[in-house]
């Protein structure tokens, strides 16, 4: 099924599919209403210490990319991912998520591990 990226101060749209916050950390100033989530996966999140490290920082987002893929091949992050996949079978997904940079974030890494 198809994958989408979405900011979530962008608009909810009909292709949306199931909307799936992939943050751990409620973004701010939204309302439960106004992002109209299915799903809130925040243990898919990058660990606390990874997302400080990393900072959004784009120069270090290949590091970064690396460091998240191998988070989630244990424990809880692992859990949720394959809860994830397991509802990209049947449905369309759109990640959700809180970054500024639409390019270099957690949702970015998620698609392409998806696809």
Known sequence: MAIYLKRAYDKVGEKDGKRV???RIWPRGKSKEELSIDHWLK???PSPDLRKWFDHDEDKFKEFEQKYKKELESGKQKET???LKEMTKNH???L???AKDTKHNQ???LKKLLK
């Open 96 to 98: 959700i998520y809180g």
């Open 107 to 109: 949702a970015v890494v």
């Open 43 to 45: 243990d898919i999140a």
């Open 81 to 83: 991912f394959d809860e």
């Open 21 to 23: 916050l992939v943050d």
């Open 92 to 94: 369309a997904v759109t």
